[in-house]
């Protein structure tokens, strides 16, 4: 479990790479507007615009010209989030060295919370490049994989956590030694007086 810290650290370096590389990747669609005095101004059309129905709100427009390139740098950041949250979790679960019961759930959690956000990602990619949208359960796609979805693996860490906690976290023996600390240190502050 030695390696875990740099597992973390690793995917942190390249959380950071992919937001670097998001900030430098043009925004798009734009538009080269001739201004009066001959120069050249750079309008950025991806920002929305105000929305027919309801002028509070923007509306960004067509999804597969300003997602060409953030899309994947999205699904990249996303998948390493997930990595960092799962070598998180690990970290906190490792006990004398080793995951013990808690490693093939805690894998299986990471890879399944991985996949519903890889589905989230490709179903919005599909939605984005089609002209009429299908709602599922009442919501477009890629909203219902957030929400229906997305929930059940914290849940399921969770309910981990709570089922091997007597026998991998804090076992009878590792209460017994902190009654046994707890006393020890009444009597030293009981000497003291």
């Known amino acids: 479990m030695k390696k875990l810290p740099w597992f973390i650290f690793i995917v942190l370096l390249a959380m950071c790479a992919v937001m670097i590389a998001a900030f ?12 009066e005095d001959g120069s050249t101004q750079r309008v950025i059309k991806s920002h929305g615009f105000t929305h027919d ?9 067509p999804g597969a010209e300003r997602h060409a390139v953030t899309l994947w740098l999205g699904w990249a950041f996303v998948t390493l989030c997930v ?4 070598g998180c979790l690990a970290m906190g679960m490792t006990r004398r ?3 013990g019961p808690t490693k093939g759930p805690l894998i299986f959690g990471t890879a399944g919370l991985a ?3 890889a589905a989230l990602i490709f ?10 949208h299908a709602l599922f359960l009442g919501f477009p796609r ?22 091997v906690f007597d026998s991998w976290f804090f076992t009878a ?17 009981g000497e003291g007086e």
Request: proline share 6%.
């Open 123 to 132: 179903s919005y990619y599909k939605y984005m490049n089609e002209e009429t």
């Open 53 to 61: 129905k309801f002028p509070t709100m923007k509306q960004g427009g």
């Open 115 to 117: 996949a519903i956000f």
């Open 97 to 99: 060295g080793t995951l």
């Open 173 to 189: 023996d590792d209460e017994l030694r902190l009654e046994e600390i707890a006393a020890a240190h009444r009597r030293s502050q």
């Open 142 to 163: 890629p909203s219902a994989w957030m929400l229906y979805a997305v929930w059940i693996f914290p849940v399921f860490f969770m309910i981990l956590y709570y089922r």
């Open 24 to 35: 430098m990747t043009p925004q798009v669609p734009f538009e080269d507007v001739v201004l």
């Open 83 to 86: 990595l960092f949250f799962g």
